[in-house]
């Protein structure tokens, strides 16, 4: 018989050679294309940052504002696809219509359906990184009975979706540049992360074949569990619940207990054995951000800041090496923009996008490509004959 490696959760295989991430666990550093995430924070933006996954260097200022205009030509989402939105009941979470509006993207944009074309995947490509925070923002809009904001190409990516999400017809709505500002960041934080579960997905979905709006969408419903993407929303619904200073060794406690399945949300990390790079990012914008709203002594900002200096003293998350992870602060921040936790993790989603998109192009064009087919370990019964309904 075969023999084959057994590697639960794939904690010792590589799946892909990848030019696009690089992490160490161990002393904390993520790169984009080689580029610390620190420098990418403070220097960049979102949009540059797409542009250097997806083609590998940072562009010349001709070459960013080409690849703007490319991406502001595709903000709006076919007009029929307004009446697929209004299908979902109005209280559908916005990562349940996400998954299903994205998905149907295949059934409207023929003309980039065909993975051997390469410019069928640069238009679909281009068409994902433009239209997922409309899609996003729509979905808000939807749950909350507000009518849909049209973007506006005027104004920067991160504007265009606090716009999309805030914005009414009967006033005035400015988009304030501290917000502006740190949503891009957030953008830029959560841009890649090499061959986390969702990306794996996407990775996994495009080895058969199957077209990007597709393979986006099945990114989409794997970033959304809890353990993943949904733990931005988990970790401020745990932050809240644990609610003051005082009742955070409880909750410590709980987290300790190998009978209670509670785990410190924002906590710990497959690869990070060691801070991870972004929540410290995270964390400074946070201060940054309530400062300048002056809601700085807000009380979730507080609890966390609390549970994590116990956290990092404490021996069992010290022995386990479990840090803060970049979920940890981004719901604090996204809190105090006026999102609902519901909107936590399709902001993730509007910002992993660029991330599924370069691996998923980088796995089309690898000449080493093979559908991923994973071998099992059977452990079920040995063979047997089928016995009749009226013997068993
Ligand atoms: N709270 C309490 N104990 C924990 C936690 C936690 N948050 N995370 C891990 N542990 C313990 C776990 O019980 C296990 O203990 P033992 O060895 O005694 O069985 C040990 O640490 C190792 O954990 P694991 O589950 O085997 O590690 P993993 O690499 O499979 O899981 C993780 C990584 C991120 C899923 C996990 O740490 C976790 O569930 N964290 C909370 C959810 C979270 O914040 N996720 C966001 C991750 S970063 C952003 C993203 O990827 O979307």
């Known amino acids: 018989a075969d023999v084959f490696t057994y590697d639960p959760g794939f904690t010792s295989t590589a799946a892909c050679e990848s030019a696009i991430t690089y992490i160490d666990g161990d002393l904390g550093e993520l ?41 502001t030509r595709h903000t709006m989402v076919h007009e029929q696809m307004h009446n697929f939105f209004r299908g979902f009941r109005r209280d559908s979470h916005p990562m349940a219509t996400m998954v299903g509006v994205v998905g149907a993207m295949s059934a409207f944009y023929h003309d980039s359906l065909d993975i051997n074309d390469p410019w069928h995947r640069e238009v679909a490509s281009i068409r994902m990184i433009a239209k997922l925070p409309t899609i996003a923002a729509m979905a808000y809009k939807y749950s909350i009975g507000q009518p849909f904001v049209y973007p506006k190409n005027a104004l920067s990516y991160a504007g265009n979706f606090l716009n999309m999400c805030f914005a009414v017809p009967t006033e005035e709505y400015v988009v304030s540049p501290v917000l502006e500002k740190a949503m891009d960041r957030i953008m830029m934080l959560h841009a890649d992360h090499e ?45 809240r619940q644990i609610g003051s200073v005082e009742r955070i060794p409880e909750f410590i406690a709980r987290a300790k207990d190998k ?23 995270m964390k400074e914008s946070a201060d940054e951000v309530l400062g300048l709203l002056g809601i ?10 609390e549970l994590e200096k116990i956290a990092l003293e404490d021996e069992y998350f010290v022995s386990k090496k479990l840090y803060p992870n970049v979920d940890f602060y981004s719901g604090i921040i996204l809190e105090a923009m006026g999102f609902p936790t519901s909107m936590f993790t399709p902001i993730f989603a509007i910002s992993r996008t660029i991330g599924w998109i370069s691996q998923w192009k980088e796995m089309i064009s690898d000449p080493a490509g093979k559908i991923g087919r994973p071998r099992q370990l059977y452990i079920g019964p040995e063979k047997r004959d089928y016995v009749d309904l009226r013997n068993r």
């Open 259 to 281: 009978n209670d399945p509670f785990r410190l949300m924002g906590f710990g990390h497959r690869v990070y054995k060691n801070f991870d790079p972004r929540a410290r990012v």
């Open 31 to 71: 790169l984009y294309r080689g580029y610390p995430i620190e420098q990418l924070a403070e220097k960049s933006s979102h949009v540059e940052v797409c542009y250097l996954l997806m083609y590998g260097e940072l562009p010349t200022a001709a070459q960013l504002s080409d690849f703007t205009q490319r991406i």
């Open 195 to 239: 061959q986390n579960a969702s990306t794996s997905t996407v990775r996994l979905a495009g080895s058969s074949g199957a077209n990007p709006f597709a393979c986006i969408a099945a990114g989409i419903a794997c970033l959304w569990g809890p353990a993943h993407g949904g733990a931005n929303q988990a970790c401020l619904e745990m932050l």
């Open 296 to 305: 700085e002594n807000n009380e979730t900002l507080q609890v966390a800041k």
